[in-house]
Structure formats: structure tokens, C-alpha cells
């Protein structure tokens, strides 16, 4: 698939992906004989992963450590024992890590919330002219 298609499908738009695409974190599987960019749905995947690591605050270089991860534990080939406990290592570094932020942001939707309330609260006792 096209470009705008994957930023349909991903909500991300065509300049972020092209952003992941010159950082490194994906790359379009080929190329149609006119140049434009074709995405497989391994690729899709792949953005859909940055997708979700992105609002919880992960950067660029965590994000393509965790993809490597995964890549190199989805690859054909087989791993040596201590390799493969490595990446999964890895793994459940960015799972401890996804958990934390997650909770982060319930205390922080939980604050927003008692502030909108009390906003809400003040307006109501608050007459008007």
C-alpha cells in the first residue's frame, strides 16, 4: 500500500512517517516503478508500535531498541541461548518501563480530573449577571 493509505490506516500523518522513515525505525518494503513508497502489513506493525510508545514518552533511540528487539526475535534464524535471554530482557525492560508510564498517566488523568471538577464546582457556585 501507498503512503496515505498506511497514514489512514496508522492516524499518523505522511510527514511523521517519513520522519520514522529517515530516523531509521521503518522502512518502506519497496518502491513502485515511479518511486513512491509501499508499505507491507509487517510495516503497518511496525508504525502501529511507534504509534503507542510515542504518547507514553519513549524517544527515538528507545524505540528502535525495542524494535531491533523484537526484529531480531521474530528473525528466522536461530538465537544463541544467551542472546535470545538478552532481548527478552530487553523486553520486559520496555514492559516494566510501558507499566510505569501508564500508571503515571492515571495520576495524571486522576489530577485533570479533580481540577476540571473543581473548576465545574466554583462555576456553579459563581452567579451570573
Avoid: N
Avoid at 50 to 71: N, Q, S, W
Avoid at 82 to 97: D, P
Amino acid at each position: 500500500m501507498q503512503i496515505g493509505e498506511v497514514a489512514a490506516r496508522t492516524e499518523l500523518s505522511l510527514r511523521t512517517i517519513r520522519h520514522y522513515e529517515e530516523t531509521g525505525l521503518v522502512t518502506p518494503s519497496a518502491r513502485s516503478q515511479g518511486g513512491f513508497r509501499l508499505y507491507t502489513e509487517s510495516d503497518v506493525a511496525r508504525l502501529m508500535v511507534i504509534r503507542r510508545m510515542k504518547p507514553l514518552g519513549f524517544t527515538l533511540d528507545e524505540m528502535r531498541d525495542l524494535l531491533e528487539a523484537t526484529d531480531r526475535l521474530d528473525s528466522r534464524t536461530e538465537l544463541p541461548t544467551a542472546e535470545r535471554e538478552e532481548l527478552l530482557e530487553r523486553m520486559r525492560g520496555f514492559e516494566q518501563a510501558t507499566e510505569q508510564r501508564v500508571e503515571d498517566l492515571r495520576t495524571q488523568l486522576a489530577r485533570a480530573e479533580e481540577f476540571a471538577a473543581t473548576l465545574a464546582e466554583r462555576l456553579a457556585r459563581t452567579p451570573t449577571s
